[in-house]
């Protein structure tokens, strides 16, 4: 768990380039640093390694940057088949097109840093990214190792109190955006006692394998108790909440599992309470309105997809 990144930097030798070397040597030298001096090295690097963040500062990317970075998409659609991530991208330029910028973002760089820059700055930047890379690595060994729900395959209860716990640390200190979404099956007490708690089981655990079918590698999905769900999506709003929770309502819908105490579709459904993080807000006040929208989604209506928004409205 504690293993060290990888920081790779891809400069031509300007005065900038020497001036992030610099930077990275003296602030993060705990992490492994490599520096390719051409693209052509670094994509050699890249093709052999596991690579965490990219610092990539060369002239040549204000004219071939775009292509560039396909060439290293193309090195990690290779790689997906052996479940490596792909590194966060940092580019330091002095272009200032929008344009140029959005087709940056496009093409996997996750900060774009507009030339002249200070050393603070650039510290800070790139310690976020490794923040977020730390956190996506707890979360991969959460969920693959000790804190999974042996049921689901999902983080269990354990993990997903650590995770709620390091949400709050992020959110707070980024203001972050990100949604939360409640999970409840519908009369799944009245199914164990039909069809036997072994059955149950067996659902329980399919529903685990279509949840994280549906979720992102930077969204954590765990099982919070019985045959409840709670998922937490960062960076989300909304309509990007609501659209996971519809393709898991169909998923489980057209998974066709029988359920005659569930009429009319007589197969097993859930229903789900939606909310999003508004400024300030702490993460358990979110969970709480997530909570409140799916016990009203299960008083009224059941089978349903519950915002907080509207339950707020309806107090």
Not at 99 to 124: C, Q, S
Request: glycine fraction near 6%; charge should be neutral.
């Amino acid at each position: 768990m504690n293993r060290k990144n990888f920081l790779l930097l891809i400069h031509d030798n300007t005065q900038d380039s020497k001036l992030i070397e610099s930077v990275v040597h003296q602030k993060f030298s705990k992490e492994k640093i490599i520096i390719a001096c051409e693209p052509s090295q670094g994509l050699k690097i890249i093709e052999s390694e596991n690579i965490d963040i990219i610092l990539l500062d060369t002239v040549f990317f204000e004219h071939e940057g775009l292509d560039f970075l396909s060439e290293i998409n193309k090195v990690f659609q290779a790689k997906e088949e052996k479940k490596i991530r792909k590194p966060y991208i940092i580019t330091c330029t002095t272009l200032e097109n929008k344009e140029y910028r959005l087709k940056a973002f496009e093409n996997g760089v996750m900060d774009y840093i507009i030339k002249p820059f200070t050393e603070e700055e650039l510290a800070i930047r790139i310690k976020r990214m490794l923040e977020f890379r730390n956190l996506e690595n707890k979360i991969y060994h959460l969920q693959s190792g000790a804190l999974k729900d042996p049921l689901t395959g999902l983080a269990n209860r354990k993990a997903l109190d650590e995770e709620i716990e390091r949400m709050a640390q992020l959110s707070t200190r980024y203001n972050m955006e990100y949604s939360v979404i409640m999970v409840d099956l519908d009369k799944f007490k009245r199914f164990n006692t039909v069809y036997g708690e072994s059955e149950g089981d067996k659902v329980l655990s399919r529903v685990g394998k279509i949840i994280h079918k549906n979720l992102r590698k930077s969204d954590f999905g765990g099982r919070f108790g019985g045959e409840e769900f709670l998922l937490i999506l960062p960076y989300t709003e909304e309509t990007g909440a609501f659209t996971v929770g519809w393709r898991l309502f169909k998923d489980i819908m057209n998974e066709g599992i029988p359920h005659k105490e569930n009429p009319p579709y007589n197969v097993a459904t859930f229903t789900c309470g939606i909310a999003v993080r508004e400024k300030d807000e702490d993460i358990i006040t979110v969970i709480k309105k997530a909570d409140e929208a799916l016990y009203y989604g299960k008083k009224y209506h059941k089978k349903v997809i519950s915002f907080s928004e509207i339950v707020s409205k309806k107090k």
